[in-house]
């Protein structure tokens, strides 16, 4: 059982190319999310998803894009990479039938852009 | 707006002492609460998690206390052992709302 899949896990963008970042869950959850951890910020959420074919808007969603794919799949997209989305970036996953459940976490695409 | 604070960057404790992390919340829509555990170069992990209907909930180590009045929760961890040492989220959400929220953690440091 793999859980929740990130790819890649290093990445070094220059400044202004554009890359997708990759997630799937194996879960059957219909929950997901992308965060971003950077030294004194926490978990700062992106976006998140909480079915198939919907997105919504998280703390920090200012040049950044989704697409929930399908089910399994949700995918980040920096269009015109800046050195300030230089961070680590996880992908996590949360089953919504059940209320009370925790989320499951990749482990992290560690994203540099110079 | 920080909805979810954790307002020590830093904990040191004692090996068999006991550790209490500290979360305050602000949005009063918040109805369930979990603790994640982070090691460096992995992916958050869970820990414990409480619902707003209960006032306490044990899992072997740790328990978490949450003050609905005050909107404040901690995460005990007795007896502190040195793989304790990791950063310590805690995270909201409210129900019907799938926006889970994270604080700034905590660096909990074990020392033998």
């Known amino acids: 059982n793999a859980g929740v899949t990130q790819t890649p896990k290093f990445q070094v963008l220059k400044t202004g190319q554009s890359m997708t970042l990759q997630c799937a869950q194996d879960?059957?959850?219909?929950?997901m999310y992308w965060y971003r951890q950077d030294p004194g910020m926490g978990l700062r959420l992106i976006y998140y998803?909480?079915?198939?074919?919907?997105?919504d808007k998280g703390e920090v969603p200012n040049g950044y894009n989704v697409s929930r794919l399908n089910k399994r799949e949700f995918s980040l997209r920096l269009e015109s990479a800046a050195p300030s989305q230089t961070s680590v970036y996880f992908c996590?996953?949360?089953?919504?039938?059940?209320?009370?459940?925790?989320?499951?976490f990749g482990q992290g695409t560690r994203l540099t852009v110079v | 707006d920080q909805q979810v604070k954790q307002n020590s960057p830093s904990l040191s404790v004692q090996e068999g002492r006991i550790s209490i992390l500290n979360c305050d919340y602000t949005?009063?829509?918040?109805?369930?609460f979990l603790w994640y555990k982070k090691y460096p170069a992995e992916g958050p992990t869970f820990l414990i998690s409480?619902?707003?209907?209960?006032d306490k909930n044990e899992d072997g180590r740790f328990t978490v206390f949450l003050n609905k009045s005050a909107k404040h929760l901690s995460l005990h961890i007795v007896p502190s052992q040195p793989g304790d040492s990791a950063v310590y989220f805690c995270a909201a959400i409210g129900f019907g709302n799938e926006k889970l929220t994270f604080g700034t953690g905590t660096r909990l440091t074990i020392i033998p």
């Open positions: 996590a996953s949360r089953d919504r039938g059940n209320m009370n459940t925790e989320a499951f």
């Open positions: 409480i619902s707003s209907i209960k």
């Open positions: 998803s909480a079915s198939e074919g919907t997105t």
């Open positions: 949005n009063s829509m918040f109805d369930y």
């Open positions: 879960m059957n959850h219909n929950s």
